[in-house]
Structures are given as C-alpha cells and as structure tokens.
C-alpha cells in the first residue's frame, strides 16, 4: 500500500508538471485562467471517478456478464472498515491516472 501510495502522489504530480508545461506555452496574462482550468479539471475529474467510473470499472460485473460494474456507486463499500482496504487503495490510484488522463 505503502508504494501504491507513492506511485500515486507521483502521478499527481504529473498533472501539475502539465499544468506547468501548459502555463509556460501561452502568454503571461492568460496563466491564471490555464492554472485554473487544470485545477477544476482535476476536481470533476475526481468527484466523477468517485461518483460513477471506479463503480463501472471496478463494481461486480457478474449481472452484466462482464460489460460494466454494477456495485461501488457513490464509493459504497469503500470504507467497510477502519482499515484501508485493497480496493481504497485501487481508488486512489486509479482516481489519479483517471483525473491526470
């Protein structure tokens, strides 16, 4: 978990390493609004896996003979225990290769 963890901070940092390589490309005027565009992309990027990608992608897929998950909407059975569960850590991960693509 513990290198599930890195990996995903350094793919967070990969957003910002874009968000940098697109401030530097446009004038100095407009970097703001590039800042914050690739803020709010992250954003709804995240609260959208949270609320419907880790559950198509992830959920039980047994009544749709595999097509799309139907289980984990809303993050459902994410946080089961006080312990960090193998598939809290595949959100995380996952919601950042999601919110970076």
């Not at 407009?30 to 559950?55: C, E, H, P, Q, R």
């Not at 009544?63 to 598939?87: I, K, Q, W």
Request: glycine fraction near 8%; hydrophobic fraction near 50%.
């Amino acid at each position: 978990r513990v290198l599930e963890l890195q990996s995903s901070s350094q793919i967070f940092f990969m957003q910002a390493g874009f968000a940098l390589v697109e401030a530097g490309s446009c004038r100095s005027k407009n970097v703001l609004s590039i800042l914050m565009k690739n803020l709010v992309d992250f954003l709804v990027a995240v609260v959208l896996w949270y609320t419907l990608g880790f559950a198509l992608g992830f959920g039980n897929a047994v009544p749709t003979n595999g097509l799309f998950g139907t289980t984990h909407f809303l993050g459902s059975g994410l946080l089961r225990d006080t312990a960090v569960s193998d598939e809290l850590s595949t959100w995380h991960i996952q919601s950042m290769f999601c919110a970076t693509a």
